[in-house]
């Protein structure tokens, strides 16, 4: 379903990721894990059409999207929840999840799509005229998902959904993530959190400074020594 | 009379608005503080000067010479403020500069094209002056106070109404992530050029009849007054921006005619500027609360 070719990646100079390969299939739940700095957000950004890359290609469902801005992507059904959440602070709950279905036409289905975010989490129907940035960081974390499942996301995109929850909120966070690729929805998660990600995900890539130093099945990778000590701390 | 004052004080306080709403659209969505959005303000009076010295129909020439400015906005984004911001690193001095050029500039053509002298609009409105006891409003001033409110409400619908409006608020609140939800930037950018020199050209046109003269500088006062407005209206937000300008256009005519002239009018802004930034650094409405 994704298939990122030899991707090279520059802030200036420096270059953040060096030919990266990775590949999706659908309705895998797929992790790249990597201590702060290994580029993981670039990563992703750059998968999402954020952030430009020098060489390499980028092809979602056999079509080379490299040269297509962020909003094609999206239109094309890759949904994003991206780190700290950035909910649109001056917009209300509603608004945000009328943004997520931006790309969707029929009426119909945006009012049927944001009230199945609204059953997955009640709390944001209760807040619905609410501003975002009135609401906690937990229900913010909600919303950033509601806004990123409006658009029936084909893919998604994840950036470190555990950065600054509290850890029973990250639990919570994990176990939607799974119930959604169960339910079909294809996930590439890039995640600091080795140790619960992995529980989670079908297959894991090792990011280290910008190299992807190992590709295992996330079982595999749970068992291995040099993961076992680089990230998960035992 | 206090009565006479304020409604004075609203008028002219609504055309600051205008003039700043501009710039505080285009704040808004490409961070660039466009000084250049007065020269659209001067522009939009030389244009609607010259349809209606054509036609002799102000409306036309109202509305033709806000919708060629706003063109001429979308253009001037397209082609130079959009190659210099998405080059990497620019610092936001450059932009900055820039505009201030562009805005020079634009008043030199001005003057090249059309001459140094000032030109008088020479409208003459049906309407009589409205008197109601001691109250006095001109002609003028109904055809503003009413224009104004007009195009304030046709904003507020579009940004608060319209899917494109929605658009408009998610990428001012976050631009990455609103082109992640589908948003194609360039349109958000586009209106906010076409809206804000659209709207600094109807308060160019509005000062010309006001005061029926328009000349080559016209803007540099306008240039000026409204960084005031839009720093005080808390950056980039439409509805603190309309305050803000309420409210100096107020503060200006009530210091004249209360407390006198011990200090040049234009002067005013600013001090209401700095006292309400010493309070409440963030303007009047900070933008997180918009």
Redesign the interface.
């Given at each position: 379903m994704l298939e990122i070719k030899d991707v090279e990646i520059y802030y200036?100079q420096m270059k953040v990721i060096k030919e990266v390969s990775i590949s999706v299939h659908e309705g895998e739940l797929v992790t790249v894990i990597g201590a702060n700095g290994a580029g993981k957000t670039t990563l992703i950004k750059a998968i999402?059409?954020?952030k430009e890359i020098k060489s390499g290609s980028i092809i979602f469902k056999e079509k080379d999207i490299t040269n297509d801005?962020?909003?094609k992507?999206?239109?094309m059904g890759i949904g994003?929840i991206?780190e700290g959440r950035?909910v649109?602070?001056?917009?209300t709950v509603e608004?945000n999840l009328?943004?997520?279905c931006?790309?969707i036409k029929d009426k119909d289905t945006i009012k049927k799509n944001i009230n199945k975010a609204y059953e997955l989490f009640p709390i944001l129907d209760e807040r619905k005229n609410q501003?975002a940035?009135t609401m906690s960081g937990g229900e913010q974390q909600m919303l950033a998902i509601g806004?990123a499942l409006v658009?029936e996301p084909r893919l998604l995109l994840i950036d470190e959904i555990s950065m600054g929850l509290m850890p029973i909120l990250v639990n919570t966070s994990f176990r939607i993530i799974k119930e959604l690729n169960d339910a079909g929805i294809t996930v590439l998660i890039v995640e600091q959190n080795a140790n619960k990600v992995l529980k989670i995900a079908d297959r894991g890539y090792v990011l280290e400074t910008g190299n992807i130093v190992m590709e295992n099945t996330a079982k595999n990778l749970m068992e291995n020594d040099t993961v076992k000590k680089a990230y998960l701390g035992s | 009379m206090l009565l006479q004052q304020l409604v004075n004080g609203i008028m002219i306080g609504s055309v600051y608005a205008l003039t700043a709403m501009g710039a505080t659209l285009i704040y808004g969505i490409l961070r660039i503080l466009d000084i250049a959005n007065a020269a659209a303000y001067a522009v939009g009076a030389y244009l609607g000067w010259y349809i209606y010295t054509l036609t002799n129909n102000l409306f036309l020439a109202f509305f033709l010479a806000m919708i060629l400015t706003g063109l001429i906005g979308v253009l001037v984004e397209k082609y130079i403020y959009l190659p210099i911001i998405s080059k990497p690193n620019v610092i936001t001095i450059v932009p900055l500069i820039t505009s201030v050029g562009l805005f020079t500039l634009t008043g030199d053509l001005l003057r090249l094209i059309a001459g140094p002298n000032v030109k008088s609009l020479g409208v003459k409105l049906r309407i009589g002056v409205l008197q109601i006891g001691n109250l006095r409003i001109n002609p003028e001033w109904i055809f503003i106070i009413i224009l104004t409110a007009l195009l304030f409400s046709i904003l507020w619908f579009i940004l608060n109404k319209t899917k494109l409006g929605l658009a408009w608020r998610a990428t001012a609140s976050d631009s990455e992530i609103a082109q992640a939800m589908g948003v194609n930037i360039n349109v958000s950018m586009a209106l906010s050029y076409i809206l804000g020199y659209g709207f600094a050209a109807s308060a160019g046109i509005m000062v010309g009849l006001l005061y029926n003269s328009i000349y080559p500088t016209m803007g540099d006062i306008p240039s000026y007054k409204m960084l005031a407005i839009i720093v005080l209206g808390g950056l980039g937000n439409p509805v603190g921006t309309v305050l803000a300008g309420l409210l100096i256009g107020l503060s200006e005519t009530l210091v004249a005619a209360y407390i006198g002239s011990i200090m040049p009018r234009d002067v005013i802004a600013f001090l209401v500027l700095i006292i309400v930034l010493l309070v409440k650094p963030s303007g009047l409405i900070s933008k997180k609360n918009a």
């Open positions: 200036g999402m059409g954020l801005p962020a909003w992507r999206a239109e994003y991206p950035r649109f602070n001056n917009l608004e009328k943004m997520g931006y790309k501003l940035n806004r658009l | -």
